[in-house]
């Protein structure tokens, strides 16, 4: 360090070189950075971008945090249903097309009538995206949705209509299935039990089924009960699930008391049109061959479909009670 302090002492001449030498070092330093950070940004061009959807309050998690993450819009949205003859020809609310599913909104209830949308073998074939538990107003709804609050303390979960599992093929979809519109009140016992059943008895009929079509939604008795919040508790639910698959086509529906169940699924099994009568929905009226889609709504036989008994004894050994 002491010879150095002289030589820079000594003259100008070797005061100059040490001079010029730094700075070629300075400007070779930042080139090879500048090289290895376009090198790094080429390498990650292609990665996957999350998508977050906007709504005008923001998303909600499960523990009541806020996302606060902008919008991004995917390039081609991939909406694979135009035509939908697969959605009830009756209404009462507001019908609000998302990509992957439609619902009919009723503001009065402030939730869905009914959430439609048709599943396949090939979607759940696909690797699952990972469950959001964010929960989105619902920017569509233009009576506005509920909200992730109008839950907090009301002594029932946010039960989806259209489960987050049917729709975990794709970002969109699982985002999507957060939506305050896709929400009903349920007892725990009945979103963690039963509900819960069925919606997993439903994706191991699609998949041995090859494609179905799903109707999901409330039911109210002739007195409504409320939350402080306005929302409506129903009585009972109902899903319906009509295979279209040729040549063994068939339907079947259950209608399902909202409380802790002990009894097995096959005990509400229903015909479509015994939940048609019950709600004055005609849940597939624009499908082709109308003779034979009424022929299959009038019959519940619950020997064209497999159960599992091992997912009922796990419902009510353990299920109910979480």
């Known amino acids: 360090m002491a010879k150095l302090r002289r030589n820079y002492e000594s003259g100008s001449g070797e005061v100059k070189g040490m001079v010029r030498i730094s700075i070629f070092a300075i400007i070779l330093l930042g080139l090879l950075y500048f090289g290895y950070d376009r090198l790094l940004s080429g390498n990650n061009k292609n990665s ?12 909600v998690s499960g ?9 991004q819009e995917p ?30 909104y ?6 869905a009538e009914w959430v439609s949308y048709p599943l396949t073998q090939e979607l759940l074939r696909k690797p699952n995206i990972s469950r959001t538990d964010y929960f989105f107003d619902d920017p569509k709804v233009s009576t506005q949705s509920a909200t992730y609050y109008d839950y907090k303390g009301s002594g029932y979960t946010k039960g989806h209509l259209a489960p987050a599992a049917d729709m975990a093929f794709d970002t969109l979809a699982m985002r999507e299935s957060f939506y305050m519109s896709n929400m009903s009140p349920q007892l725990r016992a009945f979103n963690n039990g039963i509900w819960r059943e069925l919606e997993e008895q439903t994706r191991d009929w699609t998949y041995h089924n090859k494609s179905v079509y ?4 409330p039911v109210f008795g002739t007195t409504i009960r409320k939350t402080k919040k306005g929302i409506a508790i129903p009585d ?14 068939k339907g079947i529906a259950f209608l399902i008391p909202h409380r802790l169940c002990e009894e097995r699924l096959q005990d509400f099994a229903v015909s479509i049109d015994a939940v048609e009568s019950i709600t004055g929905i005609d849940f597939f009226g624009h499908l082709p061959g109308q003779a034979a889609v009424d022929l299959i709504e009038s019959n519940a036989d619950v020997n064209k479909w497999k159960f599992s008994e091992d997912r009922y004894k796990l419902r009510v050994s353990r299920w109910n009670r979480e």
């Open 48 to 59: 996957a971008t999350p998508i977050v959807l906007k709504t005008a309050e923001g998303a």
């Open 236 to 249: 009972y639910f109902f899903k319906i699930i009509l295979d279209v698959t040729e040549p063994d086509r």
């Open 75 to 104: 390039e081609n949205d991939p909406n694979i249903y135009q035509e939908k003859p697969w959605l009830p020809n009756t209404r009462n609310g507001e019908i609000v097309d998302h990509t992957y599913y439609t619902l009919s």
């Open 63 to 71: 523990d009541g945090k806020r996302s606060t993450d902008e919008a």
């Open 106 to 111: 009723v503001e009065a209830y402030e939730q």
């Open 214 to 217: 799903i109707v999901s939604g």
